[in-house]
């Protein structure tokens, strides 16, 4: 039986089927949407075992953050149910046609929540349909494992609310204190005259990280080579922030695989910044950020 320890945090498919194979009860496979988009797609067919996970189940959405996290005991129950305990290490997939990206967030919330193994799949549904074509239906059966409460511990280190971005923006350019940021929209929005960007923010489009070829991630040593030319200092803390928190989670991820210790998302994003922010504190226009 392969240990979960051993398990790496990108799965290719031929990984995720070898795993499926042993049958080890302590690895759970997670479809995650955000907002049931995919609901019916997955009772017509998903990868064997999966259970469908709504990360949005349990959430409140506002004006300023659509996408918040979701109430404590809520979670914990639905976590429990899906058959998912703390020992556990879960598998994340989505149907994204270009890279991940409902499984970053997922990926974002877990280890929010408290959740240590998680790995995603490279490339998710559509790549597992080319490559392995193993479907099942949700009539599915499969051995009931015992179930264990899943508890909630909280790591509020993986997130940065409005008060906290305005007072790390608010420092000195040159401050030792003031945390980079870098914003994983794609251009037409980060240069643009009606949106903008945050004072001295790092561009890096979530775009970039995958293979157009095959929408995989790239290698670690592309992907540390895009962090860098992009201004990021990987063995320093790092906020990152997109549009509504999707692909900023994407963005964290791809840090922890490279090694970047601290990197929290803003859970607002730039829906709550250009609502909130003072008017000087949204740079506009196609002008280069500051890097420091």
């Known amino acids: 039986m392969t240990s979960t320890k051993t398990i790496p945090q990108v799965l290719s498919c031929q990984e995720l089927k070898k795993l499926l194979q042993v049958s080890s009860p302590s690895v759970v496979v ?3 949407d955000a907002g049931k988009q995919v609901e019916a797609d997955f009772k017509a067919g998903h990868i064997p075992t999966a259970q469908y996970f709504d990360q949005l189940e349990y959430t409140t959405p506002t004006a300023f953050m659509p996408r918040g996290l979701p109430d404590v005991k ?13 020992e556990d290490h879960i598998v994340l997939y989505d149907r994204s046609p270009a890279g991940f990206f409902a499984a970053g967030r997922a990926w974002f919330l877990l280890k929010t929540y408290g959740v240590d193994n998680v790995s995603i ?13 193993e479907i ?3 009539e599915a059966s499969h051995p009931k ?6 508890i909630v511990k909280l790591n509020e280190q993986m997130v940065r609310y409005f008060d906290q971005m305005i007072a790390n923006l608010s420092l000195e350019a040159n401050s030792p204190e003031r945390v980079q940021v870098v914003d994983a929209r794609p251009p037409n929005l980060f240069y643009s005259a009606e949106a903008g960007h945050m004072p001295f923010a790092l561009h890096l489009p979530y775009g970039s990280l995958f293979d157009q070829a095959n929408q995989h991630l790239k290698p670690n040593d592309q992907l540390a080579e895009i962090f860098q030319k992009a201004g990021v200092d990987l063995s320093k803390p790092a906020i990152y922030t997109c549009q509504g928190g999707i692909t900023a989670s994407v963005m964290a991820f791809v840090a922890h695989l490279l090694g970047q ?10 829906i709550e910044w250009q609502q909130r922010a003072p008017a000087d504190m949204i740079i506009k226009g196609d002008i280069k950020p500051a890097v420091s």
């Open 30 to 32: 997670l479809e995650a």
């Open 74 to 86: 809520s979670f914990e129950d639905y976590l429990t149910r899906l058959g998912v305990s703390n």
């Open 121 to 133: 799949l490279n490339g998710g549904f559509h790549a597992w349909v080319r490559e392995i074509n």
């Open 136 to 138: 099942e239906t949700s």
């Open 145 to 150: 494992k015992e179930k264990k409460k899943f």
């Open 261 to 270: 210790k601290e990197h929290p998302v803003y859970m607002g994003s730039f």
